[in-house]
């Protein structure tokens, strides 16, 4: 896991939209994963005034969110469908036929889990995965005690999220209970994951998803097991974790490797 430590909420979000930027533009048809919530909306912001300002070209981009809250319409404005539009879709050139984001009005919730993962597939599978953290520990949807191997389903959403979510919504009791996710397995399988995380209300969620055991306790914690994830922090999330001056030292001698790997 790389860990990269950043001062602002700005420094933040630009060095992510940096990382998706370049996915793009290795691969103009990337295949990217997207999530919702306040945390990467200064990635989002970022990426647009790329797309504008410098010419980052969304049109061959397939994009798969990672969640929706069962039983909010598209339009609802607080649906996760109405969120990406609102924040990103609507101020790019990205085909609306390349968007996919889970359904929260769906008849069978179960078939269409399996036909999102197979979408995912056909795709073939995620290049970049940008996710952010519950303060419970949750990616996507993926609550405490979510499988490591779990995939696209329903899941039931804990009461801290509930009261997390709450400030979106007019009162708590119109926080949807359950939501289309993403499984802890999904997310695994794409090729790259940069996770975003700012404020000191992730700070102890941070140093236990990093420097933490591995634990379905803390769904995030998985991230440990893969070849290529980046965590991306700032100042105020990164407060507790132990082990800070090791992720600059790396930040900082990254070129002498570099060197080193060209001889
Ligand atoms: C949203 C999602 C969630 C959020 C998490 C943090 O699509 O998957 O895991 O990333 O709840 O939300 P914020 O950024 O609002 O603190």
């Known amino acids: 896991m790389e860990v990269i430590l950043t001062k602002t909420y700005d420094d933040m979000s630009n060095a992510a939209a940096q990382e998706i930027a370049r996915q793009i533009r290795k691969k103009p048809n990337s295949v990217i994963g997207l999530a919702t919530g306040s945390t990467p909306l200064g990635t989002y912001k970022e990426l647009i005034r790329l797309h504008k300002d410098e010419g980052l070209d969304f049109s061959k981009v397939i994009t798969f969110n990672l969640d929706e809250y069962l039983g909010l319409s598209p339009t609802h404005k607080e649906s996760y469908n109405f969120f990406m539009w609102d924040n990103l879709f609507k101020h790019v050139n990205i085909n609306p036929e390349n968007v996919h984001v889970p359904q929260g009005l769906v008849e069978d919730a179960e078939e269409f889990c399996h036909w999102y993962e197979d979408e995912i597939k056909k795709a073939g599978g995620i290049d970049l995965q940008l ?27 804990d009461e801290q999220t509930i009261k997390d979510n709450a400030r979106f919504f007019d009162s708590i009791d119109e926080v949807p209970h359950f939501a289309i996710t993403m499984g802890v397995g999904t997310i695994l399988e794409a090729r790259k994951i940069v996770l975003v995380a700012s404020g000191d209300n992730k700070a102890p969620v941070c140093v236990q998803f990093i420097e933490g055991p591995l634990t379905s ?23 507790q974790l132990k082990r800070k001056k090791y992720y600059n030292w790396i930040r900082d001698n990254k070129h002498t490797v570099k060197k080193y790997l060209d001889r």
């Open 217 to 239: 306790q803390v769904t995030a914690s998985a991230l440990q097991l893969h070849p290529q994830a980046i965590v991306i922090l700032d100042e105020k999330a990164s407060v």
């Open 131 to 157: 996710l952010g953290i519950g303060s419970d520990g949750h990616i996507g949807f993926n609550e405490p005690g979510s499988s490591f191997g779990s995939r696209t389903r329903v899941k039931t959403l």
